[in-house]
């Protein structure tokens, strides 16, 4: 296998704030990819530089071969994203949805539509093609989220806590179309949850990040043996503490409010 996604020594700072901290890693093609961590810990801050939203103070990303900083179309074409937040318009149907995020990636209209009736076929959305979002449940939402991100073929799929706030039986279905989808297609997936179940079940490899920096990395059957634990969790819990964190915007959003403040 060889590397689609390269991090060496990726820091960013916001002023005196250091919210991720020599940041070393590598994703490799078409494995699940689990990047945990507590609230906090840097993983949001992470996407965002992987995904060309925030420039590294210092380091070098690679995805796919380009360099986020200097080739953000490149990389931009090479990745689909389900954000922690629902990302859908509420007022479009599911199709049209597809077809306006097809138009702003210049799939050509024939390719486009025939690849928006595969995927809705894949994800078994297709008898609510025509149907508006706001009447989905957030299941059916967060499946069309990950069919729209496919649709331009991406070769990397980002998913930041898609499955937070649904039920268990929800999860377990979703998480069967994202492996599925790497098994058929050979996607990368690169994945946040705090849901350890999920990341035990589905992931291949798991780096663990804390305080900005990652502390460890392995398959979940490593990181329970080098912790002495019974189960990823325990494992978690070993490697990043016990105290409770506290609910908080990550780091690139504080500062933007903390500006914003300043300028009143």
């Known amino acids: 296998m060889t590397a689609i996604i390269r991090a060496d ?20 093609h078409g494995e699940i990819f689990a990047f945990l961590g507590p609230n906090g ?10 995904t060309t939203l925030l420039h590294p103070t210092s380091g070098t990303i690679e995805i796919d071969g380009h360099n986020p900083v200097t080739e953000q179309n490149e990389v931009r074409k090479s990745f689909g994203i389900v954000f922690q937040d ?30 928006i009736d595969q995927l809705l076929e894949i994800v078994e959305l297709s008898d609510r ?51 599925k989808l790497n098994k058929e297609e050979g996607i990368t997936v690169f994945l946040t949850t705090h849901y350890m179940e999920e990341a035990d079940r589905v992931a291949n490899t798991i780096a663990v990040i804390d305080h900005g920096r990652i502390i460890e990395r392995g398959t979940s059957q490593e990181l329970k043996e080098r912790t002495k634990t019974a189960s990823l969790e325990e494992a978690f819990l070993a ?26």
Do not use: C
């Not at 020594?9 to 490799?28: I, L, N, P, W, Y």
């Not at 810990?41 to 992987?50: C, H, Q, S, V």
């Open 9 to 28: 020594g990726v820091t960013r700072k916001f002023r005196d704030f250091t919210a991720v901290d020599h940041a070393s890693f590598t994703v490799e």
């Open 41 to 50: 810990a840097g993983k949001t801050t992470t996407i965002k530089m992987l």
């Open 86 to 115: 629902p990302s859908v318009d509420d007022e479009l149907t599911a199709y049209e949805n597809m077809e306006l995020h097809g138009v702003l990636y210049g799939i050509p209209r024939k390719l486009r539509r025939d690849r």
């Open 129 to 179: 093609r025509n149907s508006l979002m706001k009447e989905f449940s957030g299941g059916m939402k967060r499946r069309l989220e990950i069919a729209r991100g496919l649709l331009h073929h991406p070769k990397v799929l980002f998913l930041d806590e898609p499955t937070i706030g649904l039920d268990p039986q929800t999860r377990n279905h979703l998480w069967a179309y994202v492996q």
């Open 239 to 264: 490697l990043t503490g016990h105290e409770i964190r506290e609910e908080q915007l990550d780091a690139h959003d504080q500062f933007r409010n903390r500006m914003r403040q300043k300028r009143r």
